[in-house]
């Protein structure tokens, strides 16, 4: 009786050993492409890059493009991942509609669809951003400062991207907050940017036309940038003045720690390394045919000078 529970406890090792072995195999076995909408925006372009290392570094493939924003494009590169047989895309979708045939025909190949900011029906997971929400804690912060800094009443500009539905979301959500929130301020220019150079050329327009503008609130980290480089290079950085975005990127860390123009800036989820763990672990999920949800929603957290030090350790 011992010989036999010995030979069944050998047998138990054996297969665990054989199981490790197998998803070993097919760990090391991944092919994953990526696209993203611009890979100018750092935070974007930072998360691809991790992403990249945390594939290799278990002997998968990854390979990621940008589509500037382009939907033709982004279609053509999805068609060239199924032709390449990739097993997962990861996609920053350029327009929804325009994708919804490219990336159903991805899943019916048995290709599976990580979609980053977007709710999209041919999917397998849709990591989202209530955009939203996020664009009125922007607007919250930015009229908290407006009340107090400037009395309740300031010349406010806003830097959005409409071309894009969940920037356009995150948009109004700031115009919402702002009108509510600070009734005496006024939005008086309004323009799309999305990375430092758009920021800066539309912030020195906005100063030439408007030059008592104290407050610019961004939809992201990119133009926010753009908009601290404008605004210092039109001397216009004093105690009232502020810009509020999202990202929470390097370089608006550095601006709000050195007392420059950005104010505030909401972290989500975390900065490249972060974003690009937590993609790799449901890429991973995904691969291997786990269960999961098909709608994930990321944490959103406000950074101010007040507790910079919790969230940036550099």
Same mark, same amino acid.
């Given at each position: 009786?011992?010989?036999?529970?010995?030979?069944?406890?050998?047998?138990?090792?054996?297969?665990?050993?054989?199981?490790?072995?197998?998803?070993?195999?097919?760990?090391?076995?991944?092919?994953?492409?990526?696209?993203?909408?611009?890979?100018?925006?750092?935070?974007?372009?930072?998360?691809?890059?991790?992403?990249?290392?945390?594939?290799?570094?278990?002997?998968?493939?990854?390979?990621?493009?940008?589509?500037?924003?382009?939907?033709?494009?982004?279609?053509?590169?999805?068609?060239?991942?199924?032709?390449?047989?990739?097993?997962?895309?990861?996609?920053?979708?350029?327009?929804?509609?325009?994708?919804?045939?490219?990336? /159903?025909? @991805?899943? =019916?190949? &048995? +290709?599976?669809?990580?979609?980053?900011? $977007?709710?999209?029906?041919?999917?397998?997971? !849709?990591?989202?951003?209530?955009?939203?929400?996020?664009?009125?804690?922007?607007?919250?912060?930015?009229?908290?400062?407006?009340?107090?800094?400037?009395?309740?009443?300031?010349?406010?500009?806003?830097?959005?991207?409409?071309?894009?539905?969940?920037?356009?979301?995150?948009?109004?959500?700031?115009?919402?907050?702002?009108?509510?929130?600070?009734?005496?301020?006024?939005?008086?220019?309004?323009?799309?940017?999305?990375?430092?150079?758009?920021?800066?050329?539309?912030?020195?327009?906005?100063?030439?036309?408007?030059?008592?503008?104290?407050?610019?609130?961004?939809?992201?980290?990119?133009?926010?940038v753009g908009?601290?480089?404008?605004?210092?290079?039109?001397? /216009?950085? @004093?105690? =009232?003045? &502020? +810009?509020?975005?999202?990202?929470?990127? $390097?370089?608006?860390?550095?601006?709000?720690? !050195?007392d420059e123009?950005?104010?505030?800036?909401?972290?989500?989820?975390?900065?490249?390394?972060?974003?690009?763990?937590?993609?790799?672990?449901?890429?991973?999920?995904?691969?291997?045919?786990?269960?999961?949800?098909?709608?994930v929603y990321?944490?959103?957290?406000?950074?101010?000078?007040?507790?910079?030090?919790?969230?940036?350790?550099?």
């Amino acid at each position: 009786m011992k010989k036999i529970w010995k030979i069944l406890a050998a047998l138990v090792v054996v297969a665990s050993i054989l199981a490790a072995i197998g998803c070993a195999k097919k760990t090391t076995g991944m092919k994953v492409g990526m696209t993203v909408q611009d890979l100018s925006n750092q935070i974007w372009a930072g998360s691809c890059e991790s992403l990249k290392k945390l594939v290799e570094a278990d002997g998968g493939q990854f390979t990621y493009l940008d589509c500037k924003s382009n939907a033709s494009t982004q279609i053509g590169q999805v068609e060239n991942f199924i032709a390449k047989k990739v097993d997962v895309i990861v996609i920053q979708v350029a327009d929804v509609q325009a994708l919804e045939t490219s990336l /159903k025909a @991805a899943r =019916d190949a &048995g +290709i599976k669809v990580y979609c980053w900011d $977007d709710d999209v029906e041919n999917s397998d997971i !849709n990591w989202l951003i209530d955009n939203y929400q996020l664009g009125r804690i922007i607007g919250e912060q930015a009229a908290k400062w407006i009340n107090e800094k400037n009395g309740g009443k300031a010349e406010v500009a806003v830097l959005n991207y409409p071309q894009l539905v969940p920037l356009l979301q995150r948009g109004n959500g700031i115009v919402d907050a702002i009108t509510e929130n600070a009734p005496g301020a006024s939005i008086v220019k309004t323009q799309a940017a999305i990375n430092p150079t758009e920021g800066q050329n539309a912030t020195e327009t906005f100063f030439q036309s408007n030059p008592n503008i104290k407050i610019i609130a961004a939809i992201g980290g990119g133009a926010a940038v753009g908009a601290n480089n404008g605004a210092k290079a039109a001397n /216009k950085i @004093a105690p =009232d003045f &502020g +810009i509020f975005a999202a990202d929470a990127t $390097d370089e608006e860390m550095i601006a709000i720690k !050195n007392d420059e123009g950005c104010r505030m800036s909401v972290l989500i989820t975390g900065g490249p390394n972060e974003i690009a763990a937590e993609i790799y672990s449901w890429v991973k999920k995904l691969y291997a045919n786990e269960p999961v949800d098909r709608r994930v929603y990321r944490e959103l957290f406000p950074v101010t000078q007040e507790n910079i030090s919790q969230y940036y350790k550099k």
